[in-house]
């Protein structure tokens, strides 16, 4: 793999990536990681974009429920 040193970052930056980073619970290094491949990706990857996105949140709120499910359930309360 490879590796990339980053010289003179605003301090500004900095602190919003380490903030970031934190509201995700992640490392400063895996944060700037997921923004570094998911802006590196070729233009036109909805599919990837989609399955990144869809994983990231069920990492933040884990898995959702089954939406047929709670419509049964909202129609079976009436």
Do not use: C, W
């Not at 802006?39 to 898995?63: I, Q, S």
């Amino acid at each position: 793999m490879a590796t990339l040193t980053i010289r003179r970052l605003d301090d500004a930056a900095y602190a919003r990536l380490r903030a970031q980073a934190q509201a995700n619970k992640r490392s400063l290094e895996a944060e700037a990681r997921m923004i570094l491949e998911n802006e590196a990706r070729p233009a036109g990857d909805v599919v990837g974009d989609l399955m990144a996105f869809n994983a990231e949140m069920t990492l933040k709120h884990g898995l959702l429920p089954d939406s047929l499910d709670l419509i049964r359930a909202q129609r079976d309360d009436k």
